[in-house]
């Protein structure tokens, strides 16, 4: 049950940190300021055999893009944009919606197995 309680939280890091890359992918800086830092999410396994979504920054956070009528824009016209790709997002949260999907049903087999086993015993 730890391991499918640990899988579903792990989804909803991956689904959420994604969101927050998506709804930031518009957001440019200057060139000398720190904008948006987007991340990633590495899902590693821990010592119980549950798993774990360790969120790390994108490095690097930001690509330079040319933007001349953006009122952040350097004097050549260029921004700081996100180094966010739609795609690599759609992936993450599709990801993230099957990982949910698969531990909540581990988690209800084991709720079914559990009400087996007591209508057994009671």
């Known amino acids: 049950m730890n391991v499918s309680l640990s899988g579903l939280s792990a989804a909803e890091t ?3 940190t994604s969101a927050n890359n998506i ?3 518009n957001t440019v800086s200057s060139p000398d300021e720190k904008g948006f830092v987007p991340a990633e999410v590495q899902q590693v396994s821990t ?3 549950g798993t774990q979504a360790l969120v790390r920054p994108i490095s690097p956070p930001s690509v330079s893009e ?3 009528s953006s009122p952040v824009a350097d004097s050549k016209g260029f921004v700081n944009a996100p180094n966010v790709d739609l795609a690599t ?3 993450n949260q599709i990801l993230g919606r099957n990982a949910f999907d698969a531990n909540l049903k581990a988690l209800s087999a084991y709720n079914k197995t559990v009400e087996t086993v007591l209508d057994i015993v009671g």
């Open 14 to 16: 991956r689904i959420s």
């Open 23 to 25: 709804a930031n992918i």
């Open 47 to 49: 010592p119980n055999g």
């Open 66 to 68: 040319y933007s001349p």
């Open 89 to 91: 997002e759609q992936v």
